[in-house]
């Protein structure tokens, strides 16, 4: 499964034609069965929606492809745990959204599809997978 972060779903609204937009149009026009959203994401998502019609067509996208919900206790736990480790190895940590998503990820076995470098901190002392892009 593949967890598409904020910034893919912004590359992918903005039609910036980047790998990340790429990626993430080519699983959407696969049906969206191996793409996913979790809470965060989506609320970034939303909340940066320019009018309300750009909010509904966002949210009917986002909610028609897979799920992978938050653990509130799990996740939460999880983000602060991320953010602890990354300090204590010098690593700048991400703000707490980004590590909930690395957890959202890191717990269910996903590769996240990401255009924000955040992850890729992360990734270096987690093993968070970051997904491919052409």
């Known amino acids: 499964m593949i967890l598409a972060d904020t910034s ?8 910036t034609n980047s790998p990340v937009h790429a990626r993430l149009a080519a699983l959407i026009a696969e049906g969206g069965h ?3 959203v979790t809470e965060p994401v989506l609320m970034e998502v939303l909340g940066g929606a320019k009018d309300d019609q750009n909010h509904l067509r966002l949210f009917n996208l986002m909610t028609s492809v897979s799920w ?5 206790t799990a996740d939460f736990e999880g ?3 991320i953010s602890r480790i990354c300090r ?3 690593v700048a940590p991400p703000g707490y959204i980004v590590c909930m998503i690395a957890n959202i ?5 996903s590769e996240i599809l990401t255009a924000d470098q955040d992850f890729h901190r992360v990734a270096e002392l987690f ?7 052409p």
Do not use: S
């Open 8 to 15: 893919a779903w912004m590359e992918f609204d903005r039609g």
């Open 34 to 36: 191996n793409v996913a």
């Open 68 to 72: 992978l919900g938050a653990n509130p």
């Open 79 to 81: 983000a602060a745990r």
């Open 88 to 90: 204590a190895n010098d």
């Open 105 to 109: 990820a890191l717990r269910t076995g």
């Open 127 to 133: 093993p968070l997978k970051i997904a491919a892009t």
